[in-house]
């Protein structure tokens, strides 16, 4: 058999063969192409079979790209889906094209996957010959929600006259980080923090087709303070890394005019509370909730 390196275009070549569905192909490593299963030469050792690639490997994808999924919305959709086992594959394809930025996220963790396992195939290849493994390209979710994150537009809005438009949508954001019971903590929360002093602003996220996707409502104090009162993202679309890109584009935003910052943090924003202290903030005040037992989400 002869050897041969690992390159884009060979893992690209690999990643073909495995996805065709017409006929069985494997790998000639004197000429580094496909070549089908029934045309190969008896005899020779320079053919290889291609990674396995069926119906059970593509659902063992599926379900770890759904496990890895942190918006709730489509988690719970995908995996009812999942569980049904009634043409799967396509219903899992239909249902992701009403979500196309979760789709995004399919292709982008597919593609790491497939790659996977041709370096993982290519390996056993390197310990026939003797050679050590090479590294295994793990999945980067950062750079996932990077890519993801350059899909939407962020505005910085301020004046009366965007009430009536940001409002609904503000009210919204508190319904939803407080539910059920909590919900007189939330419209408590809100009628303390609209009556402080200062501007109201909003910073909004944009989708590809101009749909609000998330939110930071704050306040601005004379010249110098900067008062962040919410920040949410919307069901549909959380667990994309919008929350963290929000925070950033609001932090950026008060750096840039210069001036005091206090950030209030409720409900699940909480899970920011890194990125802030990494910012250079530290804790003012802290804040303790009681609800009845009867009262609590499960």
Not at 43 to 63: I, N
Not at 134 to 149: C, K
Request: charged fraction near 30%; glycine fraction near 8%.
């Amino acid at each position: 058999m002869a050897r041969f390196d690992l390159t884009p275009e060979i893992i690209d070549l690999i990643v073909y063969g495995m996805e065709n569905q017409e006929r069985a192909l494997c790998f000639d490593t004197e000429t580094c192409t496909l070549c089908p299963v029934e045309g190969r030469e008896e005899g020779e050792d320079r053919y290889v079979d291609l990674p396995p690639w069926g119906p059970v490997q593509g659902y063992r994808l599926m379900e770890s790209f759904v496990a890895s999924l942190r918006n709730r919305v489509v988690k719970e959709r995908l995996r009812r889906i999942l569980s049904s086992r009634e043409k799967v594959f396509r219903r899992f394809k239909d249902a992701l094209k009403e979500f196309p930025l979760v789709e995004r996220r399919w292709f982008a963790f597919k593609d790491r996957w497939m790659r996977r396992e041709v370096v993982q195939w290519y390996n056993a290849l390197r310990q026939s010959w003797g050679l050590s493994s090479l590294p295994l390209e793990m999945e980067d979710d950062l750079e996932i929600e990077g890519l993801l994150e350059g899909e939407f537009s962020f505005f910085d809005l301020k004046g009366e006259s965007l009430s009536h438009a940001v409002t609904p949508l503000v009210d919204g954001a508190w319904t939803e980080l407080f539910p059920g019971g909590r919900g007189v903590i939330g419209l408590r929360m809100k009628e303390v923090m609209s009556a402080l002093e200062g501007e109201d602003r909003y910073l909004v996220c944009l989708t590809p087709s101009d749909e609000i996707a998330g939110l930071c409502w704050y306040k601005v104090a004379g010249d110098s303070l900067h008062h962040l009162l919410l920040l949410h993202v919307f069901p549909e679309f959380q667990g994309l890394g919008l929350e963290k890109a929000l925070w950033r584009r609001w932090w950026e935003g008060v750096e840039r005019r210069g001036g005091t910052a206090l950030v209030e943090l409720p409900g699940k924003a909480k899970e920011l509370e890194d990125e802030v202290k990494m910012a250079g903030f530290q804790a003012a005040s802290t804040t303790y909730l009681f609800i009845p037992e009867e009262d609590r989400s499960p």
